[in-house]
């Protein structure tokens, strides 16, 4: 058998002010669009990973 891997994500999602933005880099365009991945689509995938047990996601407060 192998070797069972975890995975934790932190840090990835909208700021305060709904800005998808990351917590260890700051956003330095505020009126940036994400094109044909926006944030909602990131975040979802993120959500459904983590349901599957595939990812362990930390919310934010």
Do not use: C
Not at 36 to 61: A, C, R, T
């Amino acid at each position: 058998m192998g070797s069972k891997r975890q995975v934790h994500v932190f840090g990835y999602g909208a700021d305060a002010d709904g800005n998808w933005s990351h917590y260890w880099e700051g956003l330095r365009n505020t009126k940036l669009r994400t094109g044909g991945h926006p944030g909602s689509v990131e975040y979802s995938m993120i959500e459904e990973l983590d349901q599957n047990q595939i990812i362990k996601f930390y919310k934010g407060w």
